[in-house]
């Protein structure tokens, strides 16, 4: 257990509805990273923050997703209007700043 | 965003042989990081490589950074069963500020 925790660890929805997920880093990271992993893929960047700050989004991540760390605490993830290639590990790491990233068990997004 | 190439992309051993997976980039880098991942599980941090030519070990795992810093390698000696999972080489993305992960070695041991 890294300190890292996500909630839902799985999440199961129909195409067309929106989901959150939240984040809750180590305390005293001031920096929080998602990723996207897919089947035999490696971690992909989405976004991450400085303290409450998103300092930088991957093209990746379209308009139907946002993150917010609004007090520069945990950080939530929405998917609006989820499509079937949505479909992934959601998965977000926390580290002091450039300093080795500890990830948390990921939330297991299906769309159907 | 910095790419990074991992072959092989599986791997499958005998229990007790040796194991090496290699990471490359076509441009230098500034560090690289290698995590494991089990079945199932998150990435797990294993170790930061900076300097050129840098040969670090953590008991039967070595791990290599080229002199030119756009190559490393993960070595296992002797691989036991507990080493099964996927291995990810990471460098540091666009602006630094965060890592971009290779797509991982998956390796397999049998007993």
């Known amino acids: 257990d890294t300190g890292v925790s996500q909630d839902p660890r799985h999440k199961i929805t129909k195409r067309g509805q929106n989901v959150t997920f939240r984040c809750d880093p180590i305390?005293?990271?001031?920096?929080l990273y998602w990723y996207r992993q897919t089947l035999g893929q490696g971690p992909e960047f989405l976004t991450y923050?400085?303290?409450?700050?998103?300092?930088?989004k991957s093209r990746l991540l379209s308009d139907r997703f946002s993150a917010e760390r609004p007090k520069g605490s945990f950080s939530t993830l929405e998917i609006q209007r989820t499509e079937q290639g949505d479909s992934a590990m959601y998965l977000c790491?926390?580290?002091?700043?450039?300093?080795?990233?500890?990830f948390g068990p990921g939330t297991r997004l299906t769309v159907l | 965003g910095q790419q990074v190439m991992q072959i092989p992309q599986y791997q499958h051993v005998q229990e007790g042989e040796d194991f090496t997976t290699y990471c490359n980039s076509s441009?230098?880098?500034?560090?690289i990081q290698w995590y494991k991942q089990r079945p199932g599980g998150h990435p797990v941090f294993l170790i930061q490589?900076?300097?050129?030519?840098e040969v670090k070990k953590q008991k039967r795992l070595t791990f290599q950074f080229g002199e030119a810093k756009k190559n490393s390698s993960l070595h296992i000696t002797a691989t036991q069963t507990t080493d099964v999972g996927t291995y990810f080489c990471?460098?540091?993305?666009?602006?630094?500020?965060?890592?971009?992960f290779g797509a991982g070695t998956r390796l397999t041991v049998k007993p």
């Open positions: 441009t230098t880098l500034s560090n």
């Open positions: 923050f400085q303290n409450e700050a998103q300092l930088e």
């Open positions: 490589l900076v300097k050129s030519g």
């Open positions: 790491a926390s580290s002091l700043v450039k300093d080795t990233q500890y």
């Open positions: 990471a460098a540091p993305g666009r602006n630094n500020n965060d890592m971009r």
């Open positions: 305390s005293e990271h001031n920096r």
